[in-house]
């Protein structure tokens, strides 16, 4: 067993597939920035808001204002430098940090998507990327090889492979499978599409979307491993994703997925890739290649394996840190992001805010619009951890305005996957006196049924 | 595997699918009976109005008697009560000159109101100028000047700036006519058109931008506007200064009833000049409710809308009274019509999919 695994560890692969990984995420990262800024979602979530919601433990992470454009700019270059492969390196470093940044400066606009680069471009700081068809090799063929130890490309396909597992066991949940909810909903609202319009409001259609996407996440790791069904696996991902592309706002995340998949393929594929894209460049394949020779890449020191098999453990088990909360975790959101729950839930909410005077009694209604976008609104009215954050921000903002005696309360409600609305918070409970932790909350109130399931 | 066979063969060429079949909604069908069946009868109704408000001002000016005085008032309660049934549509044209802020912000600002009539310099286009205008400034200019009909006539005659009241009485009755004009040609002259056709799902269709629209005033202008703000809900203490028709003072309850009324009849897609009912929120709740089989929320929506009416029926005609005396009574009405926002903002909204904001959300 224990030779098996060293033997594993000693094998070697070729660079190309990972080259082509490195090139096609970095534009697309490249690309992604672009698009964030021209559809002006720098000022309209960064700028423009007054308030952002901050992820437990990273409140420090903020937005800087107008220079908030510097970090934006600093992360497309880095993208643009990991896709060439020129000091990548630091590139990639500068990249991960700077992309990680931006996505912890207001959680209002979490998204899995967002996580799962800034694991992946977590991942690629401790692999050899830039061995291979990279301006690095190019201005100094000593760092050129063509062989790569073989795990340096498995751990690239085990993160894709626990995105996607983890997203099909999300899904096996008595909402998803037997009332086929959310999709229920989203599909119908779907009627103005082409051709599927009318489609979108067929039962039947919600059911075989919802179990057909459960059995897909779930397969599609393993039907991309093996090669007999791989073609096979990468027409399903375009499909998938292109549909989902089709039905839903979530951007870029399917053609990163599609571009990403492709590390399954075998290095003849990605040798054509390279002279495609030499082709469209107008370099010089043979001469980029031949820089490499036939040498093996060695790690000079040993860190990036146990980094990276403590960085897979978390990975691993981070997703079923739900089950240590007592109540339902669609409900509670207790342990929801950052475990692949993509697409899973439908939630709206409506919170209203009371600043109450103890000694006094008197009390008014804070109107939400005065601080929040319609954006984060949505968003804060349904989430516990950003209702708790929100409400000490309105009790120390009329603090600051010489009210005294300031506690803060919230009547809300929340519909969950087409339920009827029910009260969400306790509105009894002063949210000043609650602080946030890792606890369960206690002030939010019982669901009222169940979904059993993952 | 097979199902996933199925689906993609079943969402790939979907060429013969069912496609004229009658268990798809037509939402084409529910923006024109919104349109020609609501929204334009409307606006011509409450266009009519406000012409004869507009005529009853020029008979007074002509002749500032307390006689003229009292048609005009009555011409103008007319108007503003038809207003509540057109204060809701804020798309197209009414929302790209702010109807609603050019006719109805209130408390108007007095001072400053009698500041322009002292210059005789204003320009109602400005946006500083929203609480100088519209029929809480009339209210002021016809029942606020003076406690009796006779003393307020006399600022329309001896006084020593008695064109100065005139000129502006005119100039807020006109711009009233004008704006209202503006919006109804809008509506008769091709944009029905546009509207109707902008079946689109996505925050710039006419469904998601009306759905949006509606509940906006419902939560803020009616519940908030009407009730909530003068009742001290948003402040420590109350505001029955900021009642609607301050000035005037016993019709603050028929304006709040007729906007819901309004908003119930819209909701069930109720013709504005008839009985009968077309394509709406309900018809279209009730179709989705096909689909998902949950709680009959177009009934629990209704069912709501008699209680918040009952309430309100039981507030004093004069709000200002009602809050200095009981102002329990107006929190009372406020928390059903509170239970009415939820209704829509939360399970509404989640039933329609309405979309609030272009950006990328995964829906978590």
Same mark, same amino acid.
């Given at each position: ?76 270059? @880095? ?271 409506? @919170? ?103 | ?116 009539? @002292? ?246």
């Amino acid at each position: 067993m224990l030779t098996a695994v060293q033997k594993y560890f000693k094998k070697d692969t070729q660079a190309a597939p990972l080259a082509v990984f490195r090139v096609l995420f970095g534009f697309m990262m490249a690309l992604s920035i672009l698009r964030f800024w021209a559809n002006g979602w720098i000022e309209k979530l960064y700028i423009q808001p007054k308030f952002f919601f901050s992820y437990y433990g990273f409140e420090w992470v903020k937005p800087i204002g107008d220079y908030t454009y510097i970090i934006i700019i600093i992360c497309g270059i @880095a993208a643009l430098f990991v896709a060439l492969g020129y000091k990548y390196r630091m590139a990639i470093i500068v990249f991960f940090l700077s992309f990680t940044y931006i996505e912890l400066m207001d959680k209002t606009t979490y998204l899995n998507h967002y996580y799962f680069i800034s694991c992946i471009a977590f991942l690629m700081i401790f692999l050899p990327a830039n061995v291979y068809f990279s301006v690095d090799t190019y201005k100094n063929p000593r760092k050129a090889f063509q062989m790569i130890p073989k795990w340096t490309i498995d751990s690239i396909k085990l993160m894709l492979g626990i995105v996607y597992f983890y997203a099909g066991l999300a899904k096996l949940n008595s909402d998803w499978l037997f009332n086929a909810m959310p999709l229920k909903i989203w599909l119908p609202s779907k009627y103005d599409l082409p051709f599927l319009g009318d489609l979108m409001q067929q039962q039947w259609v919600h059911y075989t979307f919802s179990w057909s996407g459960a059995l897909y996440d779930l397969a599609i790791p393993f039907l991309l491993l093996y090669r007999r069904t791989r073609w096979f696996a990468f027409a399903l991902v375009v499909i998938f994703h292109v549909m989902t592309r089709v039905l839903f706002p979530i951007g870029m995340f399917p053609y990163i997925m599609i571009v990403s998949t492709l590390i399954f393929f075998d290095t003849g594929f990605h040798r054509k890739v390279i002279r495609f894209i030499s082709k469209l460049l107008r370099i010089d394949y043979s001469k980029m290649v031949a820089l490499s020779q036939t040498k093996k890449y060695r790690f000079k020191r040993n860190i990036a394996l146990p980094i990276l098999a403590i960085f897979f453990v978390i990975q691993l088990l981070f997703p079923w840190r739900y089950l240590a909360y007592p109540n339902e975790l669609f409900w509670t959101e207790e342990g929801y992001r950052f475990s692949w729950r993509v697409m899973l839930m439908e939630k709206a909410g409506y @919170a209203q805010f009371k600043i109450k005077n103890t000694e006094t009694g008197e009390q008014f209604l804070v109107n939400n619009t005065d601080f929040l976008t319609p954006f984060q609104e949505k968003q804060m009215s349904t989430q516990p951890d950003f209702i708790l954050q929100y409400a000490h921000f309105l009790g120390e903002h009329f603090e600051a305005e010489g009210h005294e005696n300031v506690a803060v309360y919230a009547e809300s409600y929340v519909a969950l996957n087409g339920r009827l609305s029910q009260p969400y918070v306790d509105p009894n409970v002063d949210l000043m006196k609650q602080r946030e932790s890792f606890r369960s909350k206690d002030w939010i109130l019982p669901f009222n049924d169940t979904i059993t399931g993952l | 595997m097979a199902i996933i066979a199925v689906a993609i063969t079943a969402c790939s060429s979907d060429n013969d699918g069912p496609t004229e079949t009658n268990d798809n909604f037509d939402r084409g069908a529910m923006l024109a009976n919104w349109a020609d069946n609501i929204i334009i009868p409307a606006y011509t109704s409450f266009n009519s109005k406000v012409v004869e408000m507009e005529a009853a001002t020029a008979a007074f000016n002509a002749a500032p008697t307390v006689e003229n005085l009292q048609s005009l008032r009555a011409a103008w309660k007319v108007a503003y009560v038809s207003f509540q049934n057109v204060s809701m549509f804020e798309v197209g044209k009414a929302e790209d000159i702010r109807f609603r802020n050019r006719l109805n912000v209130y408390p108007t600002k007095v001072a400053q109101i009698e500041d322009f009539i @002292a210059s005789g310099n204003y320009d109602f286009d400005l946006p500083s100028t929203i609480d100088k205008q519209g029929f809480p400034a009339m209210d002021y200019m016809l029942n606020g000047l003076a406690e009796n009909d006779a003393e307020i006539v006399t600022f329309y005659t001896t006084n020593s700036n008695a064109v100065g009241y005139k000129n502006y009485l005119s100039t807020l009755s006109q711009t009233i006519k004008s704006l209202s004009n503006e919006v109804l040609t809008s509506w008769t002259g091709g944009y029905r058109d546009t509207f109707v056709a902008n079946t689109s799902s996505s925050a710039s269709g006419a469904v998601d931008k009306l759905t949006n629209d509606y509940i906006f005033y419902f939560e803020k202008a009616l519940r908030a506007g009407k009730v909530g703000i003068p009742a001290g809900i948003f402040s420590n203490g109350t505001l029955p200064q900021n009642v609607e028709a301050f000035y005037k003072k016993d019709i603050s309850k028929e304006l709040l009833l007729e906007a819901i009324d309004a908003s119930v009849d819209f909701f069930n897609g109720k013709s504005f000049n008839g009985t009968s009912n077309g394509e709406s929120f309900k018809t279209y709740l009730d179709y989705l409710n096909t689909i998902k089989n949950g709680e009959n929320l177009s009934a629990l929506i209704n069912d709501q809308f008699t209680v918040a009416k009952n309430k309100a029926n039981e507030l004093n005609a004069n709000f200002v009274e009602q809050i200095e005396t009981d102002n329990s009574k107006m929190l009372a009405s406020y928390d059903e019509l509170q239970r009415l926002v939820v209704l829509f903002k939360v399970d509404m909204v989640q039933a329609f999919d309405v979309t609030i904001d272009y950006v990328d959300a995964d829906g978590d």
